[in-house]
């Protein structure tokens, strides 16, 4: 809003914007700008569950549809998944979510 001495910018995607701030008095005219880089960040989703492929709970989904629409790349693993399966997980993700319908027994030492 260029009536306002502070304005927001708010970002719905990830990439990178440049802002440019620009002022003028009539007699000189100046600008800024700014580079803001958004990134995903990727998430690895624990849930329980014996079959593939993996099939979160309506109540997961909605976890996971809100943590997508904040950005995050969500990857589901069940919590009975092997040892080289989880390395390979984790190795990809900032972040790991665990459902709490599974319990300490079944993730053992994985993560």
């Excluded at 260029?2 to 927001?8: E, H, K, Q």
């Excluded at 701030?21 to 624990?46: H, K, M, Q, R, Y």
């Excluded at 943590?67 to 900032?94: C, H, K, P, R």
């Amino acid at each position: 809003d260029a009536s306002l001495v502070d304005t927001t910018a708010t970002f719905s995607e990830t990439g990178t914007y440049v802002l440019r701030l620009t002022a003028n008095d009539s007699s000189f005219n100046a600008f800024d700008e700014v580079t803001i880089i958004i990134n995903s960040c990727p998430l690895l989703f624990v849930s329980g569950g014996s079959g593939e492929p993996v099939v979160p709970t309506a109540e997961e989904q909605l976890r996971i549809d809100h943590m997508e629409s904040w950005g995050f790349e969500v990857t589901l693993i069940l919590d009975n998944a092997s040892q080289t399966d989880y390395d390979a997980a984790v190795a990809t993700v900032d972040v790991a979510f665990i459902s709490s319908a599974i319990s300490s027994a079944s993730l053992g030492t994985k993560l």
